[in-house]
């Protein structure tokens, strides 16, 4: 064997481990997805008794809980963002109804122009939201200093 043969053999190797860790971590933030979403259930079963964690939620909302979810974000803070596309969605079924009504297309410039609105109050309500979320992202983002270590001097300082 030459040296060649086993750089590559090593490199697959190494690849293969990337793509191995890759699919554990995604599956790792699912199972705990998973787990937040049945503690989460729990909690609205034992807070709402005559409503039943059986009951089918809207898949577009789901999404955005799993994305919350997966951002790091609270369980108020993932139910806040589904009361939130839940009242987005119900908006934009009812415009849609409303323009079937009237005889106008559900895709045409006046459900962009009502949908538009909505749009807006979500991305504003979002913000909110949001906002806490990344205050925290900026202060993880900031490089951290070793408390025994002295800070290099750059040519500003000299």
Known sequence: MDIDTLIERQEVLVENQKQLLS???STLDLMKAEKLRQEIDQEIAFDEPNKTVDQEEDP?????????L?????PEDVEEVASIYRSYY????EIEADLAAEGKPSNGSDYELRAENVRALRDQDLSYIDHKYEEQR???????QH???RPKKTMSKI
Not at 60 to 65: A, D, E, F, S, T
Not at 70 to 74: F, R, V
Not at 90 to 93: A, F, K, V
């Open 23 to 25: 699919a554990m971590v």
């Open 60 to 68: 577009r909302v789901q999404k955005h809980k799993i994305i919350a």
């Open 70 to 74: 997966k951002n790091g974000y609270t």
């Open 90 to 93: 119900e908006s934009l079924d």
């Open 138 to 144: 900026k202060q993880k983002s900031r490089p951290t």
């Open 147 to 149: 408390p025994l270590k």
